[in-house]
């Protein structure tokens, strides 16, 4: 897995529309880049309505959020849309970015998993932990300055 101190992988994959996106488009700017195992279950919908809630104040400080699941662009485009997620929901049907930051359980699904990248593209912190609220938590202390 990729740890604290290393440079983020780029990558491009499909968002939830079928757009090729790439992190580096990102560059510049810090992101918090989070791994979900399923979209539309109960956890990774805490999460993501968790990030969704306070994007506004990511927005703020620059900071981008992007979701990332082996769910296809149209699971993505519907999880989206019924919960207004803002941001963008990278479908990485072919587990290859999960596979790239080492973050894929037994099953191909991708672990609750979050890197927090600053704008240079250095993993600045690791979120490994089943309980979304951990994510969101650390994700706010790092970049969220209230």
Same mark, same amino acid.
């Given at each position: 897995?990729?740890?604290?101190?290393?440079?983020?992988?780029?990558?491009?994959?499909?968002?939830?529309?079928?757009?090729?996106?790439?992190?580096?488009?990102?560059?510049?700017?810090?992101?918090?880049?989070?791994?979900?195992?399923?979209?539309?279950?109960?956890?990774?919908?805490?999460?993501?309505?968790?990030?969704?809630?306070?994007?506004? *104040?990511?927005?703020? @400080?620059? /900071?981008? %959020? $992007?979701?990332?699941?082996?769910? #296809?662009?149209?699971?993505?485009? !519907?999880?989206?849309?019924?919960?207004?997620?803002?941001?963008?929901?990278?479908?990485?049907?072919?587990?290859?970015?999960?596979?790239?930051?080492?973050?894929?359980?037994?099953?191909?699904?991708?672990?609750?998993?979050?890197?927090?990248? *600053?704008?240079?593209? @250095?993993? /600045?912190? %690791? $979120?490994?932990?089943?309980?979304? #609220?951990?994510?969101?938590?650390? !994700?706010?202390?790092?970049?969220?300055?209230?």
């Amino acid at each position: 897995m990729i740890a604290k101190g290393q440079p983020a992988p780029d990558f491009e994959a499909p968002d939830q529309d079928g757009t090729p996106f790439r992190l580096s488009s990102l560059r510049g700017n810090p992101v918090v880049l989070y791994f979900y195992p399923k979209a539309d279950t109960p956890g990774c919908t805490i999460e993501a309505k968790g990030f969704r809630d306070e994007y506004v *104040d990511y927005q703020k @400080q620059r /900071v981008h %959020v $992007v979701g990332v699941s082996v769910d #296809d662009c149209p699971d993505q485009k !519907a999880f989206r849309t019924k919960y207004g997620i803002p941001f963008p929901l990278v479908a990485d049907r072919a587990a290859k970015v999960g596979a790239l930051y080492g973050v894929l359980g037994p099953k191909g699904n991708a672990r609750r998993v979050s890197f927090l990248i *600053d704008a240079d593209g @250095q993993v /600045v912190d %690791v $979120v490994d932990a089943p309980s979304p #609220d951990a994510h969101l938590e650390r !994700a706010r202390k790092t970049f969220l300055k209230k």
